[in-house]
């Protein structure tokens, strides 16, 4: 009797040591965000999205990523540092849809969770994906350019090497509306770096190459603002129509000064938030019943820059600083 | 623990104390913790939203004061190029205004100051031009936008115009500056209530002026209850989500503040349970040893004690005790048991000596009762007397004899009236003067008073005989044995006398103590035990003796009558 006493006098004391070591404050939540770069507008705007969602529900966040969008090992290295940090969760943007696949397992087997954002991989380990519907906005961008069109156009393409998805659905989207349109037809593509500089080069290439381009397509941030410094060099800005993607503040110039005549913009704010948003979700186990989210491009033209809803997506508080 | 011991009672009744103050001091406590944190919450609201409230009117104050200063200078100014010059100096010097206008009735720029390197362009749409503004009789300020004047520049600004009359242009016209409000948006983006909790800016149409997340606003991601806030002035707590809402001076914005409620209390009252729940493993804890130690006071020292009572019960002879260690009280009352043990134990052990003695002596009494030699020996005289044809002594020896039987056996009875006794002892002696003719002769003297008390039978006889035997001196003729019996106060008293060889004070002694061993009788031993027993120690026999002078011997009894004999 003695001994079963003294046993359970032990288990409660016990109880009451742990409950004491419960107190105090709780650990918070470490989520680390890579993505493809960290130094465009594009990139900024996501981060400032991040950090609103982190100061929002207390978590400490990391943001990261390479110097280029093509450096997929850093990205890789970056994962590799995250597993050790024992992170709670990744945002991840991939470079490359396939080179990052084995490196995510590893994440994903050590209880980190995964989300994607943006660009994603070809795997179903990711629990949250958000991304601009890539296929949608080249559709849109498709209509942008068909739109108004007082002659046949005849389109050359501006796209990005490597293998990001975005830049191949969109051009996807955009090719079958223009299939469908007998006055349009696509008659030359050039592949370029992700560099303005490259960009710019190849769409002079381009226009050279193919003298009766009178409608450019670019499908990203880089490609867009090179496509367009490029056609306003040549001069022909006028002669032109242009769609681009992305609000990088040159390319807003150009679409002010006609150069460009249509940009489809994401809410990139939007994107970074409700990553680390899903990322806090995932960790504290609350039931996520939309695990595929899908964000709308915003079709910008001269019409609608300054509207109120327009203008705070396309030139973000955060961004004149 | 048996079910209604004092164990099993105590252990409920403290658990149950402790179960009920825990639970009582708990509830009682949360409530007054979780209302205390609740009106934290709402005051740290407030705060917060008086604070903002009170920068943001600052910021615009500021602004009104930039433009009335403006207004004065520029009322009387002579030329295009000295306005033009004042409004780029205005803005030079002045780092948080970006631009002022001087704009006609359609809104075209008449004349404008700007920082250096700003370029004008053309463009579809002046957003800074806002009529609503111009037609207000106080200063009313835009709602922050981008300023799309310049090229290449596109800042956020909020911008406040008025009417003026320009004596240059003999006419009323607008005047509008553009200042940044990047510093004020920061701040309000930076405004933090609790962890989660943040302020937003609406005017008095319910529309957002501004909101830290705005592009999660007009994307529709977020939403705000506008329906809730659009005319608020105060707190309002919808779920769990306290707004505060405070209203600028000049009424056209309300800064609202938004916090929650569970994160600030349900936290801190999940920390609080876990702390009671300490608490509460503690006090059974501690009622577990306060328990066992009462056990070992109290509990267990009253259950020996009953236990040994119940031993006691059934073996009261053998039983031993030993006192029992705990509280004061227990020690006191284990010793006093094991007094009164000890006590009933010496009790029965004297009650069980009378017995044996009275036994003996009734044995006793009995072989007197039928005592051969004095029967032969008495016999024999009576044959003898009929021999010699002496009848008539033999008649009185006869009767003697026979009376004296009767009166021994008394029908089985110990007590019998003092009269009979001496009758008893009148007989003995007659019979032994027959057989010791003339060497002694024998008085009694008994007062008629005690003759109806009661006293022991054969109390004279042995004593008697002992004098005969022993304090007779056959070589002297005149031995004289006096027997008296009178009262003395409460006592009645005999005695018996006589004047013989007498004895040794050790020899008086050692009659009391020892039994005869011979078959004569009982012996004045005898006679003392049982006159004690009966009646007590003070009452018995007292031997008083002198060699060669006498013997007097002196037996007390109480005065008994009829009704207090409890035989």
Redesign the interface.
């Known amino acids: 009797m003695k001994k079963k006493?003294s046993l359970?006098?032990m288990v409660?004391?016990m109880?009451?040591l742990k409950?004491?070591s419960?107190?105090?404050t709780?650990d918070k939540a470490q989520i680390t965000v890579i993505t493809k770069a960290t130094d465009t507008d594009f990139w900024q705007a996501v981060r400032n999205?991040c950090n609103?969602a982190a100061?929002?529900?207390?978590v400490d966040l990391l943001f990261q990523g390479p110097d280029g969008e093509e450096d997929f090992e850093t990205q890789n290295r970056l994962i590799e540092e995250a597993i050790e940090r024992e992170s709670d969760a990744i945002v991840l943007s991939a470079i490359d849809r396939d080179h990052s696949i084995e490196i995510i397992q590893k994440a994903a087997s050590r209880g980190i969770y995964i989300v994607i954002i943006d660009s994603g991989i070809n795997s179903d380990i990711p629990e949250v994906i958000i991304s601009t519907d890539n296929y949608a906005s080249g559709k849109k961008a498709g209509e942008a350019m068909v739109e108004g069109a007082s002659e046949t156009l005849r389109i050359g393409i501006v796209n990005m090497a490597g293998g990001t998805a975005n830049g191949q659905e969109r051009e996807l989207g955009f090719t079958d509306v223009i299939e469908n349109i007998e006055d349009a037809e696509i008659i030359g593509k050039v592949s370029v770096d992700s560099n303005m500089e490259s960009a710019r080069q190849g769409t002079l290439e381009l226009l050279e190459h193919y003298p009766e381009i009178n409608a450019v397509i670019a499908f990203n941030e880089y490609t867009t603002v090179g496509a367009g410094t490029a056609i306003e060099e040549a001069g022909l800005g006028n002669k032109i129509k242009m769609i681009g993607f992305d609000n990088n503040?040159i390319a807003?110039?150009l679409l002010?000064n006609g150069t460009i005549d249509g940009l489809l913009v994401q809410?990139q704010?939007?994107i970074g938030?409700?990553g680390v948003e899903n990322a806090y979700n995932l960790i504290n186990g609350k039931y996520i019943d939309d695990r595929d989210i899908y964000?709308e491009a915003t079709l910008v033209n001269?019409?609608n820059?300054?509207e109120?809803?327009i203008?705070?997506?396309v030139?973000?508080?955060e961004k004149?600083? | 623990m048996k079910k209604n011991s004092i164990s099993g009672f105590l252990t409920i009744l403290i658990s149950v104390m402790c179960i009920v103050l825990t639970a009582t001091t708990t509830i009682m406590f949360t409530i007054v913790y979780r209302n205390s944190l609740h009106r934290t919450a709402i005051i740290n609201s407030e705060q917060a939203v008086s604070q903002v409230t009170n920068t943001i009117e600052i910021y615009a104050q500021e602004m009104k004061n930039d433009l009335k200063m403006v207004e004065k200078e520029i009322q009387w100014v002579a030329s295009p190029e000295e306005l033009r010059d004042y409004l780029n100096h205005m803005v030079q010097i002045n780092s948080g205004c970006v631009s002022v206008m001087i704009y006609d009735e359609e809104g075209n720029i008449l004349e404008y100051g700007a920082d250096e390197g700003y370029i004008m362009?053309k463009?579809?749409?002046d957003?800074s031009f806002l009529p609503d503004l111009f037609s207000e009789a106080e200063y009313e300020i835009s709602a922050p936008?981008?300023q799309?004047i310049f090229?290449?520049s596109?800042?956020?600004v909020a911008t406040i115009g008025n009417k003026i009359y320009l004596e240059l242009y003999k006419k009323e016209l607008y005047v509008a500056m553009d200042v940044e409000v990047?510093s004020i948006?920061?701040y309000v983006?930076n405004v933090?209530i609790g962890?989660?909790g943040?302020c937003f800016v609406i005017d008095k149409y319910g529309n957002m002026v501004y909101h830290?997340?705005?592009?999660?606003i007009?994307?529709g991601?977020k939403n705000e209850n506008m329906n809730l806030l659009a005319n608020l002035e105060g707190e309002t707590i919808a779920g769990d989500i306290i707004y505060s809402a405070h209203a600028l001076e000049d009424g056209h914005w309300t800064v609202v503040g938004v916090s929650y409620m569970d994160e600030l209390v349900t936290?801190k009252l999940k920390?609080l349970w876990?702390?009671i729940?300490?608490e509460l493993?503690?006090c059974?804890?501690i009622s577990?040893i306060t328990v066992?130690a009462f056990n070992r006071k109290i509990s267990s020292p009253v259950q020996n004690l009953i236990n040994a009572m119940k031993n006691f019960e059934q073996n009261m002879e053998e039983f031993r005790y030993r006192t029992e260690k705990g509280v004061y009280e227990m020690q006191i009352l284990s010793e006093s048991f094991e007094h009164m043990v000890k006590r009933l134990q010496e009790l029965m052990e004297q009650v069980k000596r009378e017995e044996i003695l009275l036994r003996k002596t009734e044995l006793k009494a009995l072989q007197t009762q039928i005592n051969p030699h004095f029967l032969y020996n008495t016999l024999d005289s009576i044959q003898w007397m009929c021999e010699r044809n002496k009848a008539d002594q033999a008649v009185k020896m006869v009767g003697a004899l026979s009376r004296l039987f009767r009166i021994s056996i008394s029908k089985g009875k110990e007590l019998i009236t003092i009269a009979d006794e001496i009758e008893h002892a009148k007989n003995y002696m007659l019979i032994q003067t027959f057989r010791y003719t003339n060497q002694f002769t024998y008085h009694f003297e008994a007062e008629e008073e005690v003759l109806h008390y009661f006293c022991n039978k054969i109390t004279l006889q042995p004593i008697i005989e002992n004098a005969i035997i022993h304090g007779i001196n056959p070589a002297y003729e005149d031995g004289e044995i006096l027997v008296t019996a009178r009262q003395e106060k409460d006592y009645v008293v005999f005695t018996v006398s006589d004047n013989g060889m007498g004895m040794t004070e050790e020899q008086c002694r050692s009659i009391l103590k020892h039994d005869t061993n011979d078959s004569h009788g009982i012996g004045i031993k005898n006679v003392n035990d049982r006159i004690k027993i009966y009646f007590g120690e003070e009452y018995g026999i007292q031997v008083e003796s002198k060699m060669d002078v006498g013997t007097t011997i002196t037996i007390k009894f109480p005065k008994v009558t009829e009704g207090n004999i409890n035989i």
């Open positions: 006493v359970c006098l409660l004391l109880i009451s409950g004491c419960r107190l105090g709780q999205g609103s100061s929002e529900y207390n503040t807003i110039e002010k809410n704010f939007a938030y409700l964000m001269l019409d820059l300054f109120e809803s203008e705070k997506l030139f973000p508080v004149s600083r | 362009e463009q579809t749409e957003i936008h981008v799309n090229k290449e596109y800042p956020w990047l948006l920061s983006d933090s962890q989660r943040y830290p997340q705005q592009q999660l007009y994307s991601i936290d920390e876990w702390l729940i300490i493993l503690l059974i804890v577990i066992k």
